[in-house]
């Protein structure tokens, strides 16, 4: 019995200095991956189509939630349908310079999730890990033509508001294989998000107001998203980067009308791809509490 109290303390102190366990969890199934953190819902990850007469729409994020609860994300809206929460890609998916799919509108091409992973760090953060295949429909076959790996990492909460890290990268398994924007002028793909009410949206990046054109805008490596500081919009700031193969992103698709924003890569040059040789997409969403006016 002497020695109760030194073990008692003991036990205390290693109590406290092991690492909290991680708020952020998730619920996976087959249809969807659900991301919470402390019970309240983050994101939701579509493994698999609703709709089979669109067999491509899967592989993106819908909803993405403020802190607060808000929904801040559309998907499918009645003005382009084909847009879809957050999610990434490309018009023009060309085998041999040859189109071989669309992408953007889901058309000849599909993804097979194979697995999904949910690992929390010691951080408090969690990382989701989804593992899929590339399936273009050509002369009535499935040809498969790249794998993608895409690491989803939910950061806790820091000063009420949230970061989320993308990395994605898609390995041809062919030769030949080249991914493009769209084939005009905008030269629009890649990775994007639909926004709620993009019609009011405000846009800034490196600590200046920027201008929505029909075409790309050069600016930073970073745009941050705001909506009026009125009832009825969301009290939030949303800020996105984004890289390819290590490099910032520096042109930008944005819309203050009914439609997405993109980080434009690679623009409406298709960039060729090597088999083997993976394209590593990364991108950071920040979810801030709007300033007070």
């Given at each position: ?236 700031a949303v800020g ?12 930008w698709i944005l ?39």
């Open positions: 019995m002497r020695h109760s109290r030194p073990l008692l303390a003991l036990a205390c102190a290693l109590a406290f200095a092991l690492p909290a366990q991680a708020a952020v969890d998730a619920k996976l199934s087959p249809d969807q991956v659900t991301i919470t953190d402390d019970g309240k819902p983050v994101l939701v990850y579509r493994a698999r189509t609703a709709d089979p007469a669109q067999p491509g729409r899967l592989n993106y994020i819908h909803p993405l939630y403020a802190p607060d609860g808000t929904a801040l994300t559309e998907d499918g809206p009645a003005d382009h349908p084909h847009q879809r929460g957050v999610f990434w890609a490309w018009h023009q998916v060309k085998l041999n310079g040859q189109p071989a799919a669309d992408g953007w509108f889901m058309t000849g091409l599909t993804y097979f999730v194979k697995g999904q992973k949910f690992q929390g760090q010691t951080d408090g953060s969690g990382v989701l890990t989804v593992d899929l295949d590339w399936m273009v429909s050509k002369d009535g076959e499935l040809v498969y033509v790249a794998s993608e790996t895409t690491k989803i990492t939910v950061h806790p909460l820091d000063k009420g508001g949230r970061t989320l890290d993308f990395d994605t990268a898609i390995t041809p398994k062919v030769d030949g294989l080249s991914l493009g924007g769209s084939d005009d002028a905008k030269g629009y793909g890649g990775f994007s998000i639909r926004l709620v009410r993009p019609d009011q949206l405000t846009f800034a990046s490196q600590g200046k107001v920027v201008q929505p054109q029909v075409g790309q805008v050069s600016a930073g490596s970073s745009m941050g998203f705001t909506w009026p500081a009125s009832a009825g919009y969301p009290a939030w996105l980067a984004c890289k390819a193969n290590g490099q910032p992103i520096t042109q819309r203050r009308e009914l439609s997405m924003q993109n980080c434009a890569f690679p623009g409406r040059v298709p960039v060729q791809l090597t088999k083997g040789q993976p394209l590593r997409l990364q991108a950071a969403i920040v979810i801030q509490p709007r300033k007070a006016p």
